[in-house]
C-alpha cells in the first residue's frame, strides 16, 4: 500500500455543551482539563433559541482540540470508558466518527466530586490520510479533494480497530 494513502487521526474535539454561562461552565472547563489536561476554550452560540433563553454571541459549553500523540492517549482513555465498543451509526460518510460519554466517572482513575456534579461529554474523531488535503486549505490553486484521498466509512472502521482494538457494533 502506497505510504501517502495510509488512514491516520487528524484531530479529536472533545466538546460539553452545557447550555449557560456561569458556574456550571466553569465546572465543565474544569472537567475537559482533568480529562485531557489541555485547557478547553468556551464556545458561543450561533443562533437564539427563545425557549432555552440563549443569544447568538452566549457562551454555552467548552471544547478542546487535541492533535498528534495527545489525541492517541486521550482516545485510549475514551474508548476504555466505551468497553472498546463504538456504533456504526456513528460513523458519517466522510469517515468520521463522533459518540457521547454519558458521565466522566466512568473514564478509568476518576471518582466521583459533588462540588462539580455529572457532566456527559461528546469526543469527535476526524480522519484523514497521509497526503492529500491540503489541496483544499491551501491559498494558491485551491481545489477540491478527490474520491480517492477522501476516507470512507469502512477505513475508518478498520483503523480504529486496528489500532485501538475497537469493535463495532
Known sequence: MNM???VMIDKVVVNIGVG???DRLTKAMKVIEMLTERKPAP???RKSVREFNIRPGMTIGTKVTLRKETASVFLKKAFYAKDFKIA???FDKQGNAYFGI???TEF???KYDP???IFGLDVAIVFKRRGGYRVARRNRQRKSVSRS????KDEAMKFLNEKFGVKTI
Request: aromatic letters at 8%; a negative charge.
Open 4 to 6: 501517502m494513502q495510509e
Open 20 to 22: 449557560q454561562s456561569g
Open 43 to 45: 464556545t458561543a452560540a
Open 88 to 90: 456504526t451509526y456513528s
Open 102 to 104: 454519558p458521565d466522566y
Open 108 to 110: 478509568e482513575g476518576q
Open 115 to 117: 462540588d462539580i456534579g
Open 149 to 152: 484521498i477522501r476516507v470512507t
